[in-house]
């Protein structure tokens, strides 16, 4: 039975504020300091998966909340001018649109979020309707909406039994526990993980603590290297044993996925970038893409590789990212996937 999207996020949207690139240290005590460049963009790591995916050409709905405030209108109007349906956007009446701050340095960045609303984003806000009538649902920010994370695993067995594929990207956890209590069954039902290396890594440290080999690496740093990749690598294996497909998004390193047997990896493709902020959540749009377009794993991995990269060509995290076309032949100048 046809369906009327091709792809169902659920998950955080808000405004960014990107200010950069800072100085090594801020100054308190009433400084002011001078940056080159400050931008009000749309956020969120869902929001702008849903936006890329979007622009890729998909049937995009997505489902969360925000605030009766200023924000959450921008939000709304923002998701909106990019394709993605917002009849699902609640709007909760008493707390706010959750605002997020991004410090950037080069090609790093430091987080800072008030989480408003979030905290109350729930299985409420997500339409039985909508679970039935997509072909792909995809979570992100799992750590920073509580409330979702404890239901996140029945709302995936739903879709699943409407027949949809699920994925997910937890993203960070501000508190570095990793809650394999609420992680832990909703891999059951999710077909596609997506972490980067670092929160791949800190995983399987806690999910499958028996994985990373001694003295390696656990997601805590920008480590590089062969002893970073093989942990890596070992980690994706690790959560791929607990149920889903694992794809990493590795940076420079290109990205690999792990089905718990086979290892398929690609390269990074090349890109000057401006900034990097939400080049993860374009990769997870592309990656999504690429399989109900029915690519086979590599070329989707190489797709969303792609995707990634041409989505820092820009400020933010959805003004450059890149429309079927565009990234279809960014990934052809790549190597193809190598199994191992």
């Not at 349906?85 to 009446?93: F, G, N």
């Not at 799992?142 to 979702?148: A, G, K």
């Not at 239901?151 to 508190?175: E, I, V, W, Y």
């Not at 991995?301 to 450059?320: E, M, Q, V």
Request: glycine share 10%.
């Amino acid at each position: 039975m046809p369906r009327s999207f091709d792809l169902l996020v659920i998950g955080d949207a808000n405004p960014d504020v990107v200010v950069g690139p800072v100085p090594p240290t801020l100054e308190y005590g009433q400084r002011e300091r001078l940056v080159a460049t400050a931008s009000l963009l749309m956020g969120g790591s869902a929001a702008i998966t849903a936006c890329g995916a979007a622009r890729l050409g998909l049937r995009v709905a997505f489902a969360g909340r925000v605030g009766d405030d200023a924000a959450g209108a921008f939000v709304r109007t923002a998701l909106a001018e990019r394709g993605v349906d917002v009849t699902a956007l609640a709007t909760d009446p008493e707390r706010p649109t959750p605002l997020t701050t991004v410090l950037t340095r080069g090609d790093d960045r430091a987080i800072l979020t008030a989480p408003g609303c979030l905290t109350a984003t729930g299985a409420q806000d997500v339409p039985d309707r909508l679970l039935a009538d997509c072909r792909h649902v995809h979570a992100g920010s799992f750590f920073l909406m509580p409330r979702l994370a404890r239901s996140l695993g029945d709302l995936f067995a739903r879709a699943r039994g409407h027949g949809a594929a699920t994925s997910l990207d937890t993203n960070d956890d501000p508190a570095q526990r990793w809650g394999p209590e609420l992680l832990g069954p909703v891999l059951k039902s999710t077909d596609v993980l997506l972490p980067n290396a670092a929160e791949a890594r800190a995983l399987a440290a806690t999910l499958a603590p028996a994985s990373p080999a001694p003295g390696s690496p656990e997601g805590d740093g920008p480590e590089c290297g062969p002893a970073a990749a093989a942990a890596t690598t070992a980690a994706a294996a690790a959560l791929a044993r607990l149920g889903p497909l694992v794809v990493v998004k590795d940076g420079a390193a290109g990205a690999l996925a792990h089905d718990g047997a086979t290892l398929t990896r690609t390269a990074a493709v090349p890109a000057d970038p401006v900034d990097s902020v939400g080049a993860g959540d374009s990769f997870d749009a592309g990656f999504v893409a690429a399989v109900l377009h029915g690519l086979d794993l590599p070329a989707a991995l190489s797709f969303a590789a792609a995707c990634g990269a041409l989505s820092t060509r820009a400020h933010g995290g959805t003004a450059a990212q890149p429309t079927w076309d565009e990234a279809r032949a960014a990934a052809l100048t790549t190597r193809p996937g190598s199994h191992a």
